[in-house]
């Protein structure tokens, strides 16, 4: 099938998931197909129209870490998702990771990537030594990829005078809830959350800066408690904190 809307897009990229390919075999024909929708310009303008006049859609749109991000499909099944990104002129994004493997396809004005490779072993908490591998411009129908984790780090730039648009895919994620935020010149590395749990973490964070018995008795709550193991895991390095 030929990709001309978001519509075919989406039935393509499930299709091929489907057939479960392997990881190089989903990038290459993921990429080719994200190419084809990046190329045809006509359905956007829907999309645009519903963030301005569709009262379902935007209620529909999940707060996410990153407030340039509309989500255009969820697939059923979970299996993929599909966000465009619009990016303000000088836009750079910071450093980051992923928890799953994604295609990015330049839609609107050519836009930078820089991909990085962490040469530290990540057991030292906040710490992270990065080293850039690349640095591309994608034109507007060209495509990028990243992996899970370590293998996918890399910063998205608008370095042009006028407004650009991405539109990207990501899978089911290997890791929840967060995602690494890394500050090459400084070797260190912040997890970054979605704005509710993110309250939440900086509560956590903050009780961690504050050694007083009731901020260490509301740590080993969060740690006893229902909440998820990455808001335990802020609970354990605070306390950590408190201790030294
Ligand atoms: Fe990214």
């Known amino acids: 099938m030929t990709v001309t809307n978001l519509e075919q897009f989406c039935e393509s990229f499930s299709d091929l998931l489907k057939g479960k ?3 190089s075999t989903l990038i290459r024909t993921g990429r080719s197909l994200v190419g084809e929708l990046v190329s045809r310009k006509e359905w956007i303008g829907d999309i645009l129209e519903r963030v ?16 340039n991000e509309i989500t255009l499909h969820r697939s059923p099944d979970r299996s993929f998702l599909v966000l465009c990104y619009i990016w303000d002129p000088g836009l750079t994004d910071a450093v980051h990771d992923h928890g799953s493997w994604g295609i990015i396809g330049s839609f ?28 591309i411009v994608l034109q507007p129908g060209e495509t990028t ?7 996918g780090i890399h910063r998205m730039e608008n370095f042009g005078s006028d407004t650009a648009i991405t539109i990207n895919v990501y899978g089911l994620n290997v890791r ?6 890394f500050y090459p010149e400084m070797n260190s590395v912040n997890r970054v959350y979605p704005p509710k749990t993110l309250r939440e973490a900086l509560a956590i964070r903050a009780l961690g800066s504050m050694a007083a018995p009731w901020s260490e008795d509301l740590l080993r709550r ?5 909440l998820p193991d990455y808001i335990k895991k802020e609970g354990e390095i605070s306390l950590a904190k408190l201790k030294t």
Do not use: C, H, M, T
Not at 56 to 62: A, D, G, P, V, Y
Not at 222 to 226: F, G, P, W
């Open 222 to 226: 969060v740690l006893a408690s229902a």
């Open 108 to 135: 609107l004005r050519p836009i930078g990537e820089r991909k990085y490779i962490r040469l530290d072993d990540g057991k030292k908490e906040g710490y992270a030594e990065l080293e850039e591998v690349s640095s």
């Open 21 to 23: 390919p392997d990881i």
């Open 52 to 67: 301005l006049f569709d009262k379902e859609f935007s209620e529909n749109q999940k707060p996410g870490i990153w407030p």
């Open 176 to 181: 929840k809830g967060y995602v690494q935020f």
């Open 145 to 151: 990829y990243v992996l899970p984790l370590n293998k």
